[in-house]
């Protein structure tokens, strides 16, 4: 009895080891974007159009880890740099993203440079471009079963370097954002024929918007989306609702179609200070083998805020005895 069940459980975690190293392969090698749950606050890092709409130069640090309990399981790192220019009409990004799965590591980095427009007096269109490259490392050296030491395929390790570049639209107004781009465009003779055997690599496209309601002077609620579209992959859509408290804590709820639940929350925990954290709890087979997947963001707003904000929370009236706070992420 005993030896039935632990040899059901090793054929589980065997398929699974599979399963999680395919998912990887198609992920990286196809150059699929990091998934991010709190992705309102990530914009800057899949759309180079972003970068140059903030009141203020901002610094990201975000950490995904996702399916926790599961060896190998996704881990993503960014640290990402949005800045407006003196002219207010251009703007200068810069992204360094690490993706690690399994025994596939990927590191990205990109300089992105964005002009807007004015379309109306209360609408801008900013157009956006990014340029830079990954490094691919592929060592399934570091895979084991149930020996340590012992690898999953015995395979020599890959380093690769493939240039990147990327565009992206983004349109706002005081209480409202659209935003279109796709990662990189260089999609067809990068690879050798070892790799492109695996998988075809294809153009990602993003599209994003949300929208503020202005509930009352002190509450706002804050409706957002994401789609990822890549062909011949299912469609990717997030769907989001905040609510921002007084301008300093937000609380909402996010749901991944056919992935999972979210439950999300954040603080402006000083002036020049934001932290946003999320939990996911998988609603496909995947949950059975993980308990959820975690978020952490932590936003640094350099520089004098102005009076009124241009970030879609709607214009803020100054309040007397209080210092006038760094603007906040857009659509926070």
């Known amino acids: ?19 999680l190293i395919l998912i990887g392969i198609t992920s990286l090698y196809s150059q699929k974007e990091p998934q991010y749950t709190q992705y309102m606050y990530n914009i800057g890092s899949f759309n180079p159009a972003y970068v140059g709409t903030v009141e203020s130069p901002e ?4 950490y ?3 399916w926790i ?8 790192i960014r640290l990402g740099l949005n800045m407006p220019m003196k002219n207010e009409k251009n703007g200068l990004g810069f992204n360094i993203v690490n993706d690690q799965i399994g025994p596939l590591t990927q590191t990205f980095v990109d300089l992105a440079y964005s002009f807007q427009v004015s379309v109306t007096d209360e609408t801008k269109l900013s157009f956006g471009i990014d340029a830079g490259g990954s490094f691919l490392n592929l060592d399934f050296s570091k895979g084991t079963f149930e020996n340590p030491g012992e690898p ?34 260089l999609t067809d003779g990068i690879y050798n024929e070892d790799v492109a055997t695996i998988v075809e690599d294809k153009i990602q496209f993003n599209f994003i918007g949300g929208y503020v309601f202005n509930l009352s002077d002190g509450l706002k609620f804050k409706p957002a989306f994401l789609i990822n579209s890549l ?20 609380a909402g709820v996010s749901y991944r179609v056919d992935n999972a639940f979210s439950g999300l929350a954040g603080f402006q925990i000083a002036r020049g200070m934001f932290i946003g954290y999320s939990y996911d709890y998988n609603t496909n087979l995947l949950g059975e083998f993980n308990s959820g997947s975690h978020e952490l963001i932590f936003k640094f707003f350099l520089g004098k805020g102005k009076n009124t904000s241009k970030s879609g929370r709607g214009k803020k009236q ?6 006038k706070q760094i603007d906040t992420p857009r659509f926070f």
């Not at 610094?59 to 975000?62: G, K, L, N, P, R």
Request: zero cysteines.
């Open 59 to 62: 610094i990201s640090v975000a």
């Open 231 to 250: 062909k011949g992959a299912p469609v990717n859509i997030n769907v989001s609702t905040n609510f921002l408290v007084k301008d300093v804590f937000t």
């Open 1 to 19: 009895m005993n030896f039935n069940i632990k040899t059901s459980q090793l054929f589980k975690n065997v398929i699974f080891v599979l399963f």
């Open 152 to 185: 999953i395929l015995d395979r020599e390790t890959v380093s690769k370097f493939y240039p990147t570049v990327g565009a992206g639209l983004f349109m706002y107004g005081d209480q409202w954002y659209l935003g279109a781009s796709a990662p990189n465009f």
């Open 318 to 323: 100054n309040v007397k005895g209080k210092p």
């Open 64 to 66: 995904r880890a996702q």
């Open 69 to 76: 309990d599961i060896e190998g399981a996704p881990r993503t």
